[in-house]
C-alpha cells in the first residue's frame, strides 16, 4: 500500500536557524509531490510542488525541496526560519488513477523568536 | 476567484445522530475530495468525487457518505455519529488534468458528545 512517511512529528527552533523537515515515500510509480502548510487555525496552503523536470523546486515563502527518486524521497528545506514560520507541515503525494492525496502525519514546527 | 467553502465551521452532535457536511468548489473545479484530520493521524482520505461519479473511496465504514451535485457542490454525510468521528472534515478542490493541486477549504470541526 501507498504510504507517506514524515520523521520528525516536532521541530523547535530558534529563529534564523536552518529547517530540514524529512519525508519518504512507498510507491514505484510515477508520483506527484506536495508540501502543504497548515498555520494555526488557518486552512491548508500549498507550499511546493514537483511534477517532473528539475528535482529541486522552490516554493513560496522561501521554501524548497529537493526530489531524490532513488531514495524515495522529498525533503523540505529553508535556510533561515522565522518565527511566522510556526506551523504544521504536510508531505502528501498523488498517484494518476487514485485520485486521492496521501498525506503523511504532520510535522509541528515551533519557531522561538 | 473565490476558494473552497465548507459550511458550517464548527458542529456539536450527539452520538447517534446524523450530520451533513456542505463543500463549494472552486468555480471550474469539478473534482471534490473529502478528508478526515484528526491529532496524530493526519489527514486521511475519504472519497473524492468527479462529475457526480465517486472516482475512490477510503477505508471509512458505510456511516460515511457522500455525493456530488451537478454544479459540483460536495456533501458528505456521517450517519450513527460515535465519539471517534470528532475531527476536521476538509474538502479538497482540484481541476481535471495531470499535473493539478489540491486547493483546500477552512474545514468543518465536528465534535460529538
Known amino acids: 500500500a501507498q504510504s507517506v512517511s514524515q520523521h520528525n512529528h516536532h521541530v523547535i527552533l530558534s529563529e534564523a536557524a536552518s529547517l530540514e523537515l524529512g519525508c519518504n515515500y512507498s510507491?514505484?510509480?510515477?508520483?506527484?509531490l506536495f508540501w502543504y502548510v497548515q498555520y494555526p487555525g488557518q486552512h491548508l496552503q500549498l507550499l511546493l510542488k514537483?511534477?517532473?523536470?528539475?528535482?529541486l523546486v522552490k516554493g513560496i515563502k522561501g521554501f524548497e525541496a529537493e526530489f531524490i527518486k532513488s531514495k524515495f524521497s522529498f525533503n523540505l528545506r529553508k535556510p533561515s526560519v522565522q518565527w511566522s514560520d510556526t506551523a504544521e507541515y504536510f508531505c502528501?503525494?498523488?498517484?494518476?488513477?487514485?485520485?486521492?492525496?496521501?498525506f503523511g502525519t504532520g510535522t509541528r514546527l515551533k519557531v522561538l523568536a | 476567484k473565490a476558494g473552497v467553502t465548507q459550511t458550517p465551521r464548527y458542529l456539536i452532535k450527539t452520538r447517534g445522530q446524523q450530520v451533513t457536511l456542505s463543500c463549494s468548489p472552486i468555480?471550474?473545479?469539478?473534482?471534490v475530495s473529502w478528508y478526515q484530520q484528526t491529532p496524530g493521524q493526519g489527514l486521511q482520505f475519504l472519497f473524492e468525487?468527479?462529475?457526480?461519479?465517486?472516482?475512490n473511496k477510503g477505508n471509512f465504514p458505510g456511516r460515511f457518505s457522500g455525493r456530488q451535485f451537478s454544479n459540483s457542490r460536495s456533501e458528505m454525510n456521517v450517519s450513527t455519529l460515535e465519539l471517534g468521528d470528532s475531527a476536521l472534515y476538509l474538502c479538497?478542490?482540484?481541476?481535471?488534468?495531470?499535473?493539478?493541486?489540491?486547493?483546500f477549504g477552512q474545514g468543518t470541526r465536528l465534535t460529538v458528545v
Open positions: 510507491y514505484g510509480g510515477t508520483v506527484n
Open positions: 479538497a478542490s482540484s481541476s481535471q488534468g495531470r499535473n493539478t493541486e489540491a486547493f
Open positions: 468525487y468527479f462529475s457526480e461519479t465517486q472516482r
Open positions: 468555480s471550474g473545479h469539478r473534482s
Open positions: 514537483y511534477f517532473s523536470g528539475d528535482p
Open positions: 502528501a503525494v498523488y498517484t494518476s488513477g487514485t485520485y486521492k492525496y496521501i
